[in-house]
Nanobody, 122 residues
Framework: QVQVVESGGGLVQAGGSLRLSCAAS????????MAWYRRAPGKQRELVADIIGGSTKTYADSVKGRFTLSRDDAKNTAYLQMNSLKPEDTAVYSCKWTVVTSPELDWRYDYWGQGTQVTVTS
């Protein structure tokens, strides 16, 4: 079993910064991907940023140049540094780890965090 815990959300004024953390622990043999999603009130969940394998990162157009995804492989912890925040960034942010839990079986499983609220005031 794999546990995912997020932290770092909060309330911030427009133009401010926050850093979200997402730590995975448990039966992780290897990490295939890691992603941050967000869901704003009344909207569908959207992909904010992800990292495939060890280094290939992609960002939603709406956050490019403002958000930075990083990962500490030794700790199985990922971070989302969010700068120049805007009111439209207000959402519940969730992280997802795609991992292989057994060296004998290359089956990939997705594990989600509980979500953390980010609120940006104007």
């Amino acid at each position: 079993q794999v546990q995912v815990v997020e932290s770092g959300g909060g309330l911030v004024q427009a133009g401010g910064s926050l850093r979200l953390s997402c730590a995975a622990s448990g039966s992780i043999f290897s990490v295939k991907a890691m992603a941050w999603y967000r869901r704003a009130p009344g909207k569908q969940r959207e992909l904010v940023a992800d990292i495939i394998g060890g280094s290939t990162k992609t960002y939603a157009d709406s956050v490019k140049g403002r958000f930075t995804l990083s990962r500490d492989d030794a700790k199985n912890t990922a971070y989302l540094q969010m700068n120049s925040l805007k009111p439209e960034d207000t959402a519940v942010y969730s992280c997802k780890w795609t991992v292989v839990t057994s060296p004998e079986l290359d089956w990939r499983y997705d594990y989600w965090g509980q979500g953390t609220q980010v609120t940006v005031t104007s």
